[in-house]
């Protein structure tokens, strides 16, 4: 293995903040740190010239934060 470039770091950093997200007690920063995390990714993607990466994140991140300012579903939570 060779040494970390900067693009590596983003990738490593993005897995970084997905895990952390993991640590959320409210659904809604899950959301939200989920959001950054593919944020993040998507930025690796363009670093990387990976168009299925760049999609892929996008569209998880926008579904993320977008999800997160939603008010919850009657459905979603038991009476």
């Known amino acids: 293995m060779g040494?970390?470039?900067r693009i590596d770091w983003i990738g490593?950093?993005?897995t970084g903040v997905f895990l952390v997200?993991?640590?959320a007690k409210q659904?809604?920063?899950?959301?939200?740190?989920?959001?950054v995390a593919a944020g993040l990714w998507a930025l690796y993607g363009v670093?990387?010239?990976?168009?299925?990466?760049i999609v892929a994140n996008i569209l998880v991140a926008s579904v993320a934060v977008i999800s997160s300012f939603?008010?919850?579903?009657a459905l979603a939570s038991p009476p």
Not at 27 to 35: A, F, M, W
Not at 47 to 53: F, R, T
Not at 70 to 73: A, D, F, G, N, Q
Request: proline share 10%.
């Open 70 to 73: 939603r008010k919850p579903s």
């Open 47 to 53: 670093l990387i010239h990976s168009l299925p990466v």
């Open 3 to 5: 040494t970390m470039t």
């Open 12 to 14: 490593w950093l993005a």
């Open 21 to 23: 997200s993991y640590f």
């Open 27 to 35: 659904p809604t920063t899950l959301r939200r740190v989920q959001g």
